[in-house]
Nanobody, 126 residues
Framework: RVQLVESGGGSVQAGGSLRLSCAASGYTLGRSCVGWFRRAPGKEREGVAAINDGGFTLYYADSVKGRIIISRDNAKNTVFLQMNSLKPEDTAMYYC???????????????????WGQGTQVTVSS
């Protein structure tokens, strides 16, 4: 059974940083693309970043470019999301997901992903 578990969320002030982790069990995460998504209250789920099996960045949302870095450590079966210069509008539940495949057509689209974690809350105060 594939399980993804996010961690690292929390409450920070604007300008602060957080590092989110997405750890997998029951599956070798290094075989597939992984994406990070977020859902703010009252808003649709949106893609934040995505990375392929080889560690190449596939996608960053325009709203986070220059502030967020996605990376992976296949030896630890984990994908990370380093978030810097956080803004109140970054407040959301953050989810990681994998499509369990090497390739992906639209890394920013939730429909491309098969397995999802339960999410970790990020709250940024002004």
């Amino acid at each position: 059974r594939v399980q993804l578990v996010e961690s690292g969320g929390g409450s920070v002030q604007a300008g602060g940083s957080l590092r989110l982790s997405c750890a997998a069990s029951g599956y070798t995460l290094g075989r597939s693309c992984v994406g990070w998504f977020r859902r703010a209250p009252g808003k649709e789920r949106e893609g934040v970043a995505a990375i392929n099996d080889g560690g190449f960045t596939l996608y960053y949302a325009d709203s986070v470019k220059g502030r967020i870095i996605i990376s992976r450590d296949n030896a630890k079966n984990t994908v990370f999301l380093q978030m810097n210069s956080l803004k109140p509008e970054d407040t959301a539940m953050y989810y990681c997901a994998t499509n369990a495949r090497f390739n992906i057509r639209r890394p920013e689209s939730p429909v491309e992903y098969r397995y999802w974690g339960q999410g970790t809350q990020v709250t940024v105060s002004s």
